[in-house]
């Protein structure tokens, strides 16, 4: 099974700040094939970007993807109070699709 | 509007069954692969298997492979996920989300999840 390791596990900012979120497989996944979503309590996931760098329809462009192989990244150039939440990866490159554990963005 | 709605939550005792719905609507809801998640409580998502509601071809996870069923009826736009003997640890919340499988793959739309509470 491919598993995604996300860290930090938390990341503790202010409004304003950069959040960079990590995400790690443990075996190359094509770019094709690597989601991001949010998720807040109580709600539902919700896409944000997908083919590693494409954002999802209505999604601001605060949020970026990137990396290849191994190694991608959701930055959040400035966040929002909106965007104290928790991020999940997820491939679809290798079945199982697996997510990663989740990285969650509290108020500092 | 596009959407999936899923079925209300349920309270069940071990060894009961359950089946939990997913009803698509605003699309062509045949030619889109349904996967459903499951969320434990306080943990991280995962994916239990998906179903191509046009013929029902289903692939599970492995980890789900023979503990559930995915079903779909095409003729009512729902996907169904069902249980024949449920255990306390099948407690959680369980998400349908539909997969857009083009160049790229991503579930782009999620239901808002069927908590299954298994308890004596």
């Known amino acids: 099974e491919l598993v995604l390791t996300q860290s930090p596990g938390t990341l503790s900012l202010s409004p304003g700040e950069r959040a960079t979120l990590s995400c790690r497989a443990s075996?190359?996944?094509?770019?094709?094939?690597l989601a991001w979503y949010q998720q807040k309590p109580g709600r539902a996931p919700t896409l944000l970007v997908y083919?590693?760098?494409s954002r999802a329809t209505g999604i601001p462009d605060r949020f970026s993807g990137s990396g290849s192989g191994t190694d991608f990244t959701l930055t959040i150039s400035r966040l929002e109070p909106e965007d104290f939440a928790v991020y999940f990866c997820?491939?679809?490159?290798?079945?199982?699709?697996?997510f990663g554990q989740g990285t969650k963005v509290e108020i500092k | 509007e596009v959407q999936l709605g899923q079925s209300g939550a349920e309270v069940k005792k071990p060894g009961e069954s359950l089946k939990i719905s997913c009803e698509g609507s605003?699309?062509?809801?045949?030619?889109?692969?349904i996967g459903w998640v499951r969320q434990m409580p306080g943990k991280g998502l995962e994916w239990m298997g998906i179903i191509y509601p046009d013929d029902s071809d289903t692939r599970y996870s492995p980890s789900f492979q023979g503990q559930v069923t995915i079903s779909a009826d095409k003729s009512i736009s729902t996907a169904y996920l069902q249980w024949s003997s449920l255990k306390a640890s099948d407690t959680a919340i369980y998400y349908c989300?539909?997969?857009?499988?083009?160049?790229?793959?991503?579930?782009?739309?999620w239901g808002q999840g069927t908590l299954v509470t298994v308890s004596s």
């Open positions: 997820q491939q679809f490159g290798t079945s199982p699709w697996t």
């Open positions: 083919g590693t760098s």
């Open positions: 605003g699309y062509s809801f045949n030619y889109y692969s």
């Open positions: 075996q190359s996944v094509s770019s094709a094939f």
């Open positions: 989300a539909r997969l857009i499988a083009a160049q790229d793959y991503y579930f782009d739309l």
